[in-house]
């Protein structure tokens, strides 16, 4: 009987800039150039020198068979909760056409991808390759000793738990939400699973919904099978960005000039600031559109809004001080940034564009920084008035 060999891939069959590890097993091997597309074309655009490194993106599935191909599911949420020491008896499976909870007893399945050699990002699914480096700046060598890494570790994590009891959550999204993005899947999972969930959270609390064991944006099945997708992650890389120095000086003026101003504040005055600076960096960090225009939005009225005030007007009145114009020059501007708040508010609307979150990210910057330090940068003061006010003014 002749043993069966596998063919040793030639040398030029092996693409070098990649590998394939097994966690499982412990082993790898060498990429096939005929497993890769786009490698050159990425390599060959990559742009060096840049203000901020560019976002990259990946995607991959678990959970295909041949019964459950890529492509054939419907777009769809998962969320399974750990229940604290609690369990239903019977244990139950409830079906509502487009939406399945179970609270079961067993093994839970999950996955995430997972980029070994990066570090969280300060906004939510983002992560950076750090470049480590020395600054040196005395002696012969003054200038930034980086240490060279162009490498993206990401690894397809994917495990099992032991048996527990669990909520899991399955909804299907819909055909018509297959073109959205990995972010924007999961914010409309969240928002339609949510009045449910809050349910169950308002009459049996958290012995029910405990920790998160996995919350997942993939494909599910009329038999509710599920593929996972693993994506919705950004990388980016810091050696791609220039290397900026700063006037310490500069910054150092920055931070007394704030420090002054706090110093002179009364209590009321500081603590809206500290709310509305809280608002700030949670509309930074959050990848749910309409939620992050709503938390500019709350920065807004933190900073010049009374307790109970509801009128916009003093929005007006600032946002005109600020650019040097009457208050009816910005007062259409403002007004449907107000708006827009209370359509989303009310849950008229979810679609929030690119350009909705620049306006009221704009307005929220701007009175935010002319509170902070007396006075807003040139940069800052263009972005208020292409957000605002009517380009014949």
Not at 121 to 138: A, F, I, M, N, S
């Amino acid at each position: 009987m002749t043993e069966r060999r596998e063919k040793t891939p030639d040398s030029d069959e092996i693409e070098p800039r990649a590998w394939l590890h097994d966690n499982a097993t412990g082993t790898g091997r060498p990429v096939l150039r005929s497993e890769i597309q786009g490698l050159d074309e990425w390599v060959e655009n990559w742009p060096v020198n840049t203000d901020l490194p560019s976002a990259m993106t990946f995607s991959a599935w678990q959970g295909p068979d041949e019964n459950h191909a890529i492509g054939d599911g419907d777009p769809g949420y998962r969320i399974v909760y750990k229940t604290i020491r609690t369990a239903t008896v019977p244990m139950l499976n409830v079906n509502g056409g487009n939406l399945r909870i179970s609270i079961q007893n067993g093994p839970v399945n999950w996955g995430e991808p997972r980029f070994t050699n990066a570090l969280p990002g300060r906004r939510e699914g983002d992560w950076l390759v750090p470049q480590w480096g020395t600054l040196h700046l005395t002696g012969e060598r003054r200038g930034y000793e980086a240490l060279v890494d162009r490498s993206v570790e990401v690894e397809a994590h994917t495990e099992t738990t032991p048996s527990a009891n669990y909520v899991e959550v399955l909804y299907n999204l819909g055909a018509e939400n297959g073109s959205h993005t990995f972010s924007e899947k999961m914010a409309l999972g969240r928002a339609a699973t949510a009045p449910l969930t809050a349910a169950l959270d308002l009459v049996y609390g958290e012995r029910l919904l405990g920790a998160v064991l996995t919350e997942e944006v993939g494909e599910v099945f009329p038999d509710w099978h599920w593929n996972r997708l693993l994506g919705g992650r950004n990388v980016a890389m810091e050696a791609q960005a220039r290397f900026e120095s700063l006037d310490a000086h500069a910054v150092a003026s920055t931070l007394d000039s704030a420090n002054k101003l706090q110093a002179v504040r009364d209590d009321e005055q500081r603590a809206r600031l500290r709310i509305a600076a809280q608002w700030y960096w949670r509309a930074d960090r959050d990848a749910d559109t309409p939620l992050r225009f709503l938390s500019y939005w709350l920065c807004i009225e933190a900073l010049e809004l009374a307790g109970n005030e509801y009128r916009i007007t003093p929005i007006k009145a600032a946002v005109a001080a600020v650019l040097g114009v009457q208050d009816s020059d910005v007062a259409l501007g403002v007004v449907r940034i107000s708006n827009l708040r209370n359509k989303i508010a009310h849950g008229k609307v979810r679609d929030v564009s690119a350009g909705d979150i620049e306006r009221v990210r704009s307005v929220a910057e701007a009175l935010l920084e002319a509170r902070l330090l007396g006075t807003i940068s040139d940069a800052r003061r263009a972005s208020l008035r292409a957000a605002v006010l009517d380009p014949s003014v």
